[in-house]
């Protein structure tokens, strides 16, 4: 298995905007080949840091998705 994690540091007049992005990425992200599961987190302590979560089961699915449009 592949853990995938991006982290951002956003401004914090767009909070709303990302964290709505980020979570109408979830299912996309899951429906594609390979994915195990895909979870966004907003740290307790930092508010404008957010993690976009992904587990893959291979290398090759999770490079296959990163080269896809």
Known sequence: MIIFITTMN???DKRTEVMQTLLSMIEPIE???GCLSCHVFRDIEEKNVFCLVEEWETREDLDED????
Do not use: A, M
């Open 10 to 12: 956003v401004f914090l």
């Open 31 to 33: 429906n594609v080949r």
């Open 66 to 69: 990163i080269g896809s449009e």
